[in-house]
């Protein structure tokens, strides 16, 4: 039997945090963070968020409810209806799933981006290197050659042909102003966020109330049952998304603590 007091979050690798421990996700995203902290794919500032992140998973369980599974697989649906998707890539999503975003990349014909906040040459190449070790043919956001309108600081730097230019965009872990303004272009925005309260939930076509770590596998999964399904299969799938439903069950799910 594992000794559960004696396992380290400090660990080598993440092959030695046991799958049977209690808290598996929360040991395994935290040794990720810090991993990525240490190649310079992750900014400090992510560790404080992955912390807060860590903290509303625990209260919805640490796992997918069925309202986020309902919005995983809109999403899917989304991306598959899609003329050009990209799904966005910060320091703390490279960290976390960057093969998983590249699997569902993959799966629904979808362009990757990297766009940073605390933005510089050196961690979006750290980062695009990351991601071509995982898998990735193409990694878009080097450009830069085109701005989200209404947006200061370097996170309104996206590629002309990439984010610019999608009509629909996955974007984890972001920034409330960001999303509003991707929101403002008419994008449909597909957000994963532990936070239902959070801005960028809240302006998401789709808001996925899920664990990273478990929300772009489970959108991958469901883009992959539904790569035969025709056209009016997946509108159907979309227009029956109940998006306000969504973040009211989670904020039920939060608030009441039900382990």
Do not use: W
Request: net charge negative; proline share 5%.
């Amino acid at each position: 039997m594992t000794d559960y007091e004696t396992v380290s979050a400090d660990v080598d690798d993440e092959e030695e945090i046991p799958e049977d421990h209690p808290r598996y996700q929360d040991l395994l995203t935290r040794h990720r963070i810090e991993r990525g902290v240490e190649k310079g794919i992750t900014h400090l500032q992510g560790m404080h968020a992955e912390g807060r992140g860590s903290a509303f998973d625990y209260l919805l369980g640490e796992e997918t409810i069925p309202s986020a599974d309902e919005a995983e697989r809109a999403a899917a649906a989304h991306l598959l209806l899609a003329e050009r998707p990209v799904l966005s890539i910060n320091g703390n999503v490279a960290a976390l799933v960057p093969g998983e975003m590249v699997e569902l990349a993959d799966a629904v014909d979808a362009d990757l981006e990297v766009n940073l906040f605390n933005r510089t040459p050196e961690r979006i190449e750290a980062i695009a290197d990351h991601l071509r070790e995982h898998g990735a043919e193409e990694v878009k956001g080097l450009e830069a050659d085109a701005r989200i309108p209404n947006l200061d600081h370097q996170r309104a730097k996206v590629d002309a042909d990439g984010i610019y230019a999608a009509d629909v965009v996955v974007v984890p872990l972001e920034d409330g102003d960001r999303a509003e303004a991707l929101e403002e272009m008419g994008k449909t925005e597909i957000v994963i966020d532990l936070n239902p309260l959070s801005r960028s939930p809240r302006v998401a076509e789709v808001p996925i109330v899920d664990n990273i770590i478990r929300a772009v596998p489970n959108v991958t999964a469901h883009a992959r049952e539904l790569a035969d399904a025709d056209e009016a299969e997946l509108r159907a799938i979309v227009d029956s998304f109940d998006r306000e439903n969504a973040l009211r069950t989670a904020e039920e799910r939060i608030r009441s603590g039900e382990l």
